[in-house]
């Protein structure tokens, strides 16, 4: 990365577009407080050559003040009171700039942390798969400041550079021996610039990894309080915080470290040229080429000249942090969705959900053969249960109707399109899925069910809360419908969040249905009352069900049996237990487990009365 990215410069300007007024009357007020600034030294000048010493004042001056110029008192008065007038001024362009300037700042930044925030929505599950979150908010709220950072100091540069040429100037017309020598720490400075630019990225990219893996670890433990809380890791979690931090601290210190000797480093070589020019006007005050009120007004801008070039160079030092972060963000922004619309992708209505699976396979990143040659079809309506041992592939069989993972090989067609023709966002309007652990939203439980619809009607949110046998629980609750559930629904059961999900899909009312072990984590009764509910769910709609209890599938049209990613087995469930397969061998484990749990076998011996 250069010194200065330009690109990245000119592409955060883009940003400024909505707020161009703002940007034009900051930077008017920003040529007027460089105005102001060059005012600033001339009261000091009149004072001494012209109120303490006996020099006429120049006709100008002289004509603009008319008699007060021929009296020192009130000449003194003026000019004190112009100092102060001066004062006020500087002060409230001052209040006004900093008024602008924090609208932008932070117009810019929730602009761009928007923009983050909607494209890693947009990211695949595959991705989210390999990143962790803590490391994704950092990356939205501690480094989406940057463009507007930069931004921000663009005016400031822009002043520095106006006093600069301003200062200059008038330094030249005074002495231009003493403006030259003065500029001769330039080239010192922009060596010193380019090089310890260049030599902090590498510190600085590593602080900002070890900072937002700090907050990965705030983020695990916090949602994973449940465990730590049952495990008693506390202590744990507290060491694994402090170490992680400690490092991110040590390492932000020494970073810190290095750009204060770099401000040392910058300010030496500027005092280095102030006492050149010390010496050398104070030479041409000797020699008389320079009245003593002159040398102090030339110093007083040559001072002024190496002050925005002490801030020139250390603002880009500085910027080295926003141009890391502008890379980071900017690498977000640019990897492209691997799962989107393909071009010419047409959205579809209402589906009446024939669904066909040809020839699909799929494999995680890293792992094979996760789903191998997989062809079955689902006709409108029909029941599909899906059964295997564990890690089969399931889930991940289902995931890929919504396109949430893209398969690798073969397709899948949906009332005879394949989705990849179709819109995500039609197709996902497709689909309900409730899923093993229900998850939902902090807010109102109407809130929950309504997500099902953002337009639904709380008549609409009522039934949906009834179908799914919720509303008799939630009308127990003290405040019914708006009770407010904590993160991820934490404040009613596993059962009644599930049914809240159940009423979620009611309210979707989508043609396809995908229940991924909807029942798995609840008791026998409470079970019977969410199935009763899911049945009726399930009316009108092409259902895939996941289940692990081959007793939920009773209705099943047709089950499908998954061992190791190969779909070994299809048919109902009369035909798969005359198959004498895998189906067999689970539904016959199951009916043992049961009969072992109504007549316990006692194994060991009876004891001899
Ligand atoms: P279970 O009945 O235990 O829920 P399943 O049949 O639904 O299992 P899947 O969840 O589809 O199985 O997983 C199939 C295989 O893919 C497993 O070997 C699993 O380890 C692997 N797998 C699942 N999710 C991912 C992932 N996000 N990244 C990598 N591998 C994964």
């Known amino acids: 990365m250069n010194v200065i990215p330009w690109n990245y410069v000119a592409r955060v300007l883009r940003y400024l577009k909505p707020y161009w007024r703002f940007a034009a009357a900051s930077i008017v007020l920003t040529v007027l407080s460089a105005l102001a600034a060059l005012l600033v030294p001339w009261p000091l000048q009149i004072v001494v050559d012209h109120v303490l010493g006996k020099d006429p004042l120049p006709p100008m001056l002289a004509k603009v003040v008319g008699s007060v110029g021929t009296h020192k008192?009130?000449?003194?008065?003026?000019?004190?009171?112009?100092?102060?007038?001066?004062?006020?001024?500087?002060?409230?362009?001052?209040?006004?700039?900093?008024?602008?300037?924090?609208?932008?700042?932070?117009?810019?930044?929730?602009?761009?942390?928007?923009?983050?925030?909607?494209?890693?929505?947009?990211?695949?599950?595959?991705?989210?798969?390999?990143?962790?979150?803590?490391?994704?908010?950092?990356?939205?709220?501690?480094?989406?400041?940057?463009?507007?950072?930069?931004?921000?100091?663009?005016?400031?540069?822009?002043?520095?550079?106006?006093?600069l040429i301003g200062m200059f100037w008038i330094s030249w017309t005074m002495d231009w021996v003493?403006?030259?020598?003065?500029?001769?720490?330039?080239?010192?400075?922009?060596?010193?610039?380019g090089y310890y630019a260049t030599h902090i990225?590498?510190?600085?990219?590593?602080?900002?990894?070890?900072?937002?893996?700090?907050?990965?670890?705030?983020?695990?433990?916090?949602?994973?309080?449940?465990?730590?809380?049952?495990?008693?890791?506390?202590?744990?979690?507290?060491?694994?915080?402090?170490?992680?931090?400690?490092?991110?601290?040590?390492?932000r210190v020494k970073v810190t470290m290095h750009q204060t000797i770099f401000s040392l480093f910058v300010n030496m070589i500027t005092?280095?040229?102030?006492?050149?020019?010390?010496?050398?006007?104070?030479?041409?005050?000797?020699?008389?080429?320079?009245?003593?009120?002159?040398?102090?007004?030339?110093?007083?801008?040559?001072?002024?000249?190496?002050?925005?070039?002490?801030?020139?160079?250390?603002?880009?030092?500085?910027?080295?942090?926003?141009?890391?972060?502008?890379?980071?963000?900017?690498?977000?922004l640019d990897t492209e969705p691997d799962i989107k619309d393909a071009p010419g992708a047409r959205p579809i209505k209402r589906a009446t959900g024939q669904i066909t699976y040809e020839a699909v396979e799929f494999s995680y990143s890293g792992r094979t053969d996760t789903l191998k040659e997989i062809s079955f079809e689902a006709k409108s309506g029909e029941v599909i249960g899906i059964v295997g041992p564990t890690g089969a592939g399931k889930s991940t069989l289902v995931s890929l109707l919504p396109r949430f993972y893209e398969p690798k090989q073969g397709r899948i067609l949906l009332d005879g399109t394949d989705t990849r023709e179709l819109t995500l966002k039609s197709l996902r309007q497709q689909i309900s899925i409730v899923l093993q652990e229900p998850l939902l939203f902090s807010g109102s439980i109407a809130e929950n069910i309504g997500y099902g619809r953002l337009d639904a009607s709380?008549?609409?949110?009522?039934?949906?809360?009834?179908?799914?046998?919720?509303?008799?629980?939630?009308?127990?609750?003290?405040?019914?419908?708006?009770?407010?559930l904590g993160e991820r629904g934490a404040a009613v059961s596993g059962g009644e969040r599930q049914r809240i999900s159940v009423a979620r899909a009611f309210l979707k009312n989508a043609p396809i249905l995908i229940l991924d072990e909807p029942t798995s984590s609840v008791d026998s009764k409470t079970e019977a009352v969410i199935l009763e509910a899911l049945d009726r769910l399930m009316v009108g709609r092409t259902t895939f069900m996941i289940a692990h209890r081959l007793s939920t599938l009773?209705?099943?049209?047709?089950?499908?049996?998954?061992?190791?990613?190969?779909?070994?087995?299809?048919g109902t469930q009369e035909e798969l237990l005359r198959m004498n397969g895998l189906y067999r061998q689970l539904h016959e484990a199951q009916t043992s487990t049961k009969s072992r749990r109504t007549h316990p076998v006692h194994s060991a011996a009876p004891v001899p009365a």
């Open 73 to 163: 008192m009130q000449l003194l008065v003026l000019v004190v009171v112009a100092g102060l007038v001066l004062a006020l001024l500087i002060n409230v362009l001052q209040v006004l700039n900093n008024y602008i300037n924090t609208k932008v700042d932070q117009f810019i930044t929730m602009d761009f942390r928007s923009e983050l925030f909607l494209h890693a929505q947009r990211m695949s599950l595959a991705f989210h798969d390999r990143r962790r979150s803590g490391r994704l908010i950092y990356l939205i709220n501690s480094q989406g400041d940057a463009p507007a950072g930069l931004i921000m100091t663009i005016p400031l540069l822009a002043e520095s550079v106006l006093t």
């Open 271 to 332: 005092a280095v040229g102030s006492a050149a020019v010390l010496g050398l006007g104070a030479y041409h005050v000797i020699k008389g080429q320079l009245k003593v009120g002159e040398l102090l007004v030339v110093i007083a801008y040559i001072t002024a000249v190496y002050k925005p070039l002490e801030l020139i160079s250390n603002t880009i030092g500085a910027l080295q942090d926003r141009f890391l972060s502008l890379k980071n963000t900017f690498k977000l």
């Open 554 to 570: 009773h209705h099943a049209d047709k089950i499908l049996v998954l061992d190791q990613g190969r779909l070994i087995e299809q």
């Open 178 to 193: 003493l403006a030259l020598a003065s500029l001769a720490v330039v080239p010192f400075l922009y060596y010193s610039v």
């Open 458 to 484: 709380t008549e609409e949110i009522v039934e949906a809360a009834k179908a799914a046998n919720a509303h008799d629980f939630i009308m127990r609750l003290p405040e019914q419908y708006n009770t407010i």
């Open 201 to 251: 990225q590498d510190r600085l990219q590593r602080v900002k990894s070890l900072e937002s893996e700090s907050l990965s670890v705030i983020h695990e433990s916090l949602s994973m309080m449940r465990v730590i809380v049952a495990f008693g890791r506390e202590e744990h979690e507290y060491k694994r915080f402090r170490d992680q931090t400690h490092s991110a601290v040590a390492a």
